[in-house]
Structure formats: structure tokens, C-alpha cells
């Protein structure tokens, strides 16, 4: 029996997105039979390069802020007309592509070349209809090409989470729910680090991992706030980050906050953790995709045992809050951090410990038994 082909379509570089890394690992892992060809950009940002010899990855140069308009439109193009091109050269059966950006290949190759291909869809944020229209006028009318023939054409519509999937089933309400899914963004099984022990040391250790800016974050908030207590050391690990950011990190030089602007790759965030009390996430809700997100960080957080503090105001989190077990996850006030009471955040007296299981072995099973169809 041969094996069946499937390609991945994905515009930004794989790196910047475990969930799609992972979803190649378990590819690769022997549970599934496929030839897989992802089509994907070039990462600039110097992370270690993801690579399998299970996996056929084709990189385009991908478009920078600062090159002109025709640079970056030549790069668009070679990504868009090559992944077509490689589409008709490898004849898939199956397409995953992720976010709208991504579609127009698919779109020519399952309407006018192979109409049996079975095509696969998921997002890993969520765009309000007004979110589209203020974006660029490609993506708008990539967007078209899915509400006119892609979302029906597809077997598979995924969301992050519950509350995502449900406002994007409202903006798409002709969509067939039986194709409406949730594929969260969980990490792997390996990383699962069990503590199962009362904090003992004088230092409370908080960490944050991830992308920075004043617009979108509280960092300056959070930083402003743990400079003023003496029970905390607040490690910071961002390569992803603002100009006007890492000069505010790199200020701080009394041992309790402490900048890494190379951050830290994937594989290497459990080992990283293990030296960690809580888990830190400052996404500031300021529009439906934050306010319903349940980020990445939150399972890998909690997966190797870190307590979690999130802001209030992001809804996609709360419902992973836990009382009375640790690891801890709880909102906090993060516009008012000078008001709360921490006791209520870091005295564990009478918690019971409750390992958290979050693995992407287990939520990866439905989407693969469709694959396999």
C-alpha cells in the first residue's frame, strides 16, 4: 500500500509556531504513514532551523518590514506561485494550510487541478471580520477566496480554543458545525515534570517566555511592580521583541529582574523551567484574539509544574483556573498590582497537588484519524 501525500502550507516560518513543529514531530514519530511536504518562509529571527529527515521542507525568503513594497511583493509572489507549483509537482491528497495568508495555493490547486483533494484548515489566531477589513487588501481578498469556496470545500475548520471556535462559528454561521474543530496548542508528553513538592526556598522564581511590547503586554507594569518586592527574581527570555522593551529590561541591574534577548528554542524550554516557581503571561486583552486566548504558555507552564499568573482580562485562561491544587492558575489585577494581596497567590497551605495533562499526543488522535480517511 502506498503511502498517502500530504502537504503543509505554512507562509511564516515554522519556527515561531510550536504548534506546527509538534504536529510534524508526531508525523514523523512512526504512528502515521504519510509523505509530508511543507511549504514555508525563511526564519529571521535566528532560531535554531527546525529540520526532520521524515519531513520535506521547501523555505522561501520571507518579506521584512523594511524592504520596499517591491522586494516584499516579489517574495509574496515566490512563496504563493512556487507553493503552487510544488502543489501540482507533488499531487497531494490531502492539504493542511494554516491562517488566511496561506490559502491562495490551495485555492487554485483544489478548485481548477485536483478537486478530490481533501483540505484542512486551521488558525492559529482568531481575525474578527474587522480585523479583516483593516488589514492588507491581499489577505482580504485571500479571505474572499474562503468564505466563497474553501470553507466548504474543507473537511477540517480549527480554532485554539473553545471560545475562539465559538465566535468564529458566529462570524461563519453557514459553516457545517460537524467541521468545526478545536485543536489547542499543547506541548509534548516528554516535557511533563513532576514536582510534587512545597515551595521551600526564600526566592519565589517567576519566568516569562515569549514575544514583548508596551502595546501588548504589561511588562512594564509587572517589571515596575516586582522591583518594589523582595520576595521574587523575574527571569525574562524574548527574542521577539520591541526596541523601546529591551531597553526598559536592560535597566534593571539589582539581580531581580534579569533580561535573556536571545530567548530560549523550543526544546530547551522544559529544562529551562525546572528552576521555576510560576509561570508568568501578560498578554493585555485588547481585542477578541487576546481576550479569548489560551496561549501556548500556559501548557507549557503548567505541564512542568510552575504555578501560573495571568491577567484577568483574558478570558481563554480562566477557564484553566484551579482553587485549592497547585500548580496554581489565577488571575491577577495587573493594572493594579500594587493592591493585591499576595498571600493569596503564593501561600499553598492546605493545597493538594494535582499534576496538570496537557499533551498534543492526545488532542492530535481525531485530527489524524480524518487524515487517514
Known amino acids: 500500500m502506498s503511502k498517502k501525500s500530504l502537504a503543509i502550507i505554512h507562509f511564516y516560518p515554522l519556527e515561531f509556531f510550536p504548534p506546527v513543529t509538534n504536529l510534524l514531530n508526531f508525523f514523523s514519530s512512526g504512528l502515521t504513514k504519510f509523505n509530508v511536504y511543507v511549504f514555508t518562509t525563511h526564519n529571521n529571527k535566528k532560531r535554531k532551523i527546525f529540520q526532520h529527515k521524515s519531513v520535506k521542507i521547501r523555505r522561501y525568503l520571507f518579506p521584512l518590514p523594511e524592504e520596499n513594497a517591491i522586494i516584499r511583493g516579489l517574495k509574496y509572489s515566490c512563496f504563493f506561485i512556487g507553493s503552487l507549483f510544488q502543489l501540482i509537482l507533488k499531487k497531494p491528497d490531502t492539504i493542511i494550510y494554516y491562517e488566511t495568508i496561506s ?4 485555492y487554485v490547486y483544489s478548485k481548477y487541478i485536483n478537486k478530490k483533494c481533501n483540505i484542512f484548515i486551521h ?4 481575525a474578527s471580520q474587522e480585523w479583516y477589513l483593516k488589514y492588507m487588501k491581499l489577505v482580504r481578498y485571500f479571505h474572499k477566496l474562503e468564505l466563497d469556496y474553501l470553507y466548504d470545500k474543507a473537511i477540517w475548520i480549527s480554532q485554539t480554543n473553545k471560545s475562539r471556535l465559538k465566535i468564529f462559528s458566529q462570524d ?3 459553516i457545517n458545525a460537524n467541521k468545526l474543530k478545536v485543536l489547542p496548542n499543547y506541548p509534548p508528553k516528554s516535557w511533563s515534570i513532576n514536582k510534587n513538592q512545597e515551595k521551600k526556598s526564600d526566592k519565589i522564581r517567576l519566568v516569562y517566555i515569549g514575544s514583548l511590547s508596551f502595546e501588548g503586554t504589561f511588562i512594564s507594569e509587572f517589571c515596575n511592580w516586582v522591583s518594589t518586592q523582595n520576595n521574587f527574581i523575574f527571569d525574562v527570555y524574548s527574542y521577539n521583541i520591541h526596541d523601546e522593551v529591551r531597553s526598559f529590561l536592560n535597566q534593571f541591574d539589582d539581580g531581580k529582574i534579569n533580561f535573556y534577548e536571545d530567548g530560549v528554542d523550543y526544546q530547551e524550554i522544559p529544562n529551562l523551567l525546572k528552576k521555576y516557581d510560576v509561570g508568568i503571561i501578560l498578554h493585555k486583552a485588547f481585542n477578541e484574539n487576546y481576550k479569548y486566548n489560551a496561549t501556548n504558555k500556559l501548557f507549557e507552564y503548567l505541564i512542568c509544574d510552575l504555578d501560573v499568573w495571568f491577567p484577568n482580562e483574558m478570558l481563554g485562561c480562566q477557564e484553566f483556573s484551579s482553587i485549592n491544587t497547585w500548580p496554581v ?16 497567590y503564593t501561600d499553598r497551605k492546605d493545597f493538594s497537588y494535582e499534576p496538570k495533562h496537557f499533551f498534543y499526543e492526545e488532542v492530535f488522535i481525531e485530527l489524524i484519524g480524518l487524515l487517514l480517511k
Not at 489565577?330 to 493594572?335: A, I, Q
Open 123 to 126: 488558525f492559529h489566531e482568531y
Open 103 to 106: 490559502s491562495w495555493p490551495v
Open 172 to 174: 461563519n454561521f453557514t
Open 329 to 344: 492558575v489565577t488571575g491577577m489585577d495587573f493594572k493594579n498590582l500594587a493592591k493585591i494581596k499576595l498571600s493569596i
